[in-house]
């Protein structure tokens, strides 16, 4: 059979079509949920708080969950299918109670059941920890698309690593980010479940021998200087109608009794203690950068750790059903790789055949080429991991080994392809001839896969033609395109009931299954009713964010004014700066014009940064320092108010997205890859004010350009920029605003008695070289929020467009993009559960 050629079922094959799938009765409900109350939490309906009550209901939801996960599995195993492994160092899973409920068509039932009981299940909802195993788009996109996959009835797992704390919690000390440590488990996970039947064991450190066969051929044996126990701990994925449960599956370390024998034996009594202690250290703490490379041991370690052990229980489920039959494992296996931090899985794979079973070469390779597939997320360099051959030659002796062994096969087709060109096959190898070598993971990951995918069309498309162009060359068609998506279920339904509820008054219930349907609300674009009742859904919804800013940050907003909404990692890629600039310029106007004519307006921001990123933390307390600023002042307050969130994160997303009327997208054109909220956001009905980057340029598409504010130089127009040789200063004298707002950050008027507190932020567009263009692109930004402030002006041309964006996401959700992964990638069918 070969599996890899047939061709995936059509859209909507796979649809589930009518919920609610389970029918659990209120009394039921209410019956389990008080069960649970007095048999798990030794506590009754008069004494529970709201953490009781949430861990009651959990269980009860859970009850539900394990028996569809039991039939999931036992169908996917009864099947043999083939099915599709996501490895992920992160997944931003958030919240999952009322994620479940929903899923399971329950959560109506639920909310009336608690009312009876007299508990208010939105509050309930707020006890709930996010699971934070994540830093940001990488992760959550992780999670929207196991949800796609659960929900689409595909068989699939995903594979990551059981970190004790994830990304830190934030808090803002005198307008500045302290990082405090994340304890999602503290109080117990009412969803996962531990599995030491399936424990894994792997290896660390130590040497490789070589040694002769019977046949004179060389064999190589590693031994280990460590072994580490990878405890499986899972976590069930309910899909939309809650018939198929698929499993996430975090890998927890370990100490192992026996560890470290070699140093051990060696009389390293100490030393093997001390291993000890580090075992337990390695899921430890989740690393909190994003883009940049942090070439930190550890780090690699975990990258191995998790690899591995998935690896080792991909293998023994396929043996349970083939034995040591290798024939049939690349039908059966697909093994993608989100971004390269799990590549190490590559010569991993590559050992498990050839020293362990004893392939040759030849097979084993064409093996692993079968079997792995990669995603970019990135383009920036300093994101590109690599890791010094020394470090990977500590850890993991044999592993370099076969890298060597992989890159040197590799460069014998260079040379056939470019006979001579040693520049191609330096910029090509695995290896990075520096001062210190290094493994280029990128390249391995590339070489290594059967499919090489970005994340929208235009990264994509610098992906083939500035990052891996002779890798386009030399293997045709392995590069393509698999443009991101979003969960319609948590990113709609769940988070903005409102609009859920008055989209299916209009349309029925089948959009979150088929998203493309929301298209039929565009018919009501210029109905007058229709844009009353959706900017009536969009007020409340402000309302309801208006509260929770005052709550979290005692600042009290203008529900009337536009809320304009920045939420994303803190880069200066994604120029939270530019946003600052502009917000210091229309303090500047209605200072000096105090009529000067704007619609009120609300900046909200939420970012974190990585603790160790300076000029990210300055934007932070820039902001905040702004913030202050702008809102005591009464001369300017009544149009101008700033807001940072503090502690962003995906729980506290679902609240922004619903009240957002614009957002920000201005990332430097070619820097974003794709984006993920800005779809998140304008599902939501938030008009876009962006630069043509990521995927902003496929909504652009979609919303058609009336309904979107486009502004900046290009892709090209950037590139050209750079090679004339790009000079911030030239901004900085022809533009009086410009001078004046970034002269401004030298005075302590901001920062009373720390004068200077922010002249690093100026310097960083100045004599930093202004590496991403804020200065370029300020005027056109300007004029472009110009035009939105106009727009908005007009209540039913702006009503118009929030409702076009909302209409024109059917794109954009992560079922699209998980079809195309299996079209084009993972060649899988569906598999129902009865
Ligand atoms: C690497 C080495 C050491 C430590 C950390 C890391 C690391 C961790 C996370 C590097 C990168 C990340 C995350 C990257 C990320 O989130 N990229 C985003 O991916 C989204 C989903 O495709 C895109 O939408 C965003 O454009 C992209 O920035």
Redesign the pocket.
Known sequence: MTTATKPAKQAGQNAVSTLPALSLSKKAFKEAVVRHLHCSLGTDENKADNHAWYKAISAAIQELVLERLRTTQKNHYLNDTRAVHYLS??FLMGRLLSNNMHNFGLFETADSALKELGVTLSDVLEEEPDMALG?????R?AACFIDSLATMEFPAIGYGIHYEHGLFRQEIKNGAQIERPDSWRDYGNPWEICRPESIQEISLYGYVETKYGTNGQIQKEWHPGAIVKGVPWDIPVVGYGGKTVNVLRLWESQSSGYFNWDVFNAGGYVDAQRENVEAETISKVL?P??????GKEL?LIQQYFFSACSLKDIIRRYKRAHGDDWSRFTDQVVIQLN?T?PAIAIPELMRILVDRAELDWDSAWAICQKTFAYTN??LLPE?L?KWPARMLEKILPRHLEIIYEINHRFMAEVEKKWPGNNAIKAKLSIIEESNEKMVRMGNLSVIGSFAVNG?AEIHSKLVKQDLFPEFDQLYPGKLTNVT?GITPRRWLKACNPLLSELISKKIGNDWPLELDQLDKISELADNKTFQNQFMKVKQKNKQALAAEIKALTGISVDTKAIFDIQIKRLHEYKRQHLNVLHILALYRRLLENPNYDIHPRVFIFGAKAAPGYALAKTVIFAINKIADKINSDNRVNHKLKVVFMPNYRVSQAEKMIPAADVSQQISTAGK?????GNMKLALNGAVTIGTLD?ANIEIAEEVGDENIFIFGNTVEQVNALHAKGYNPYDYYYQNKEIKAVLDWLDSDYFTPGQPGALSSLKQSMLDGGDPYLCLADFESYSEANKALDLAYKDKSRWAKMAILNTAKMGKFTSDRSIRDYVEKIWKLDTCSVK
Do not use: P, Q, W
């Open positions: 160092a992160e830093n940001g788009g990488l992760g996109l690393y950068n994003d883009e940049t490379e942090a780090r971004d931090h997320h990135t994101a991991e994340v991101n974003e890859a794709s984006g993920t990521g």
